[in-house]
């Protein structure tokens, strides 16, 4: 499974929600972080929500981001890696 996050070079709220989902790298997941800075589009659309976590679902060549729930910024470690599960389990169950 493959997420998304798009943030910014200087967004506190970014790199901690970066540094959480590194941590939690014992999950089966692949991440990649999106700076918003290098593409029109990007920061056209998520300029004023960073940072924004995606999860990536492919069928076939269609490729379709996601945006999860917003987490509190001040979401513990625990709670960051129960919303990874839960979009984990539900790739398996699909």
């Known amino acids: 499974m493959k997420f998304v996050l798009y943030s910014k070079p200087g967004c506190h709220l970014c790199e901690g929600l970066e540094e959480k989902l590194v941590a939690a790298n014992h999950l089966n997941f692949e991440l990649e972080v999106r700076d918003i800075t290098q593409r029109e ?12 976590l995606c999860q990536v679902q492919e069928n076939g060549s269609e490729v379709t981001e996601i945006p999860l729930p917003r987490l509190s910024p001040r979401a513990p470690q625990a709670r960051v890696e129960q919303l990874i599960q839960n979009y984990l389990g539900q790739d398996r169950a699909e």
């Open 41 to 52: 589009d990007w920061f056209q659309r998520y300029q004023y929500e960073i940072p924004v």
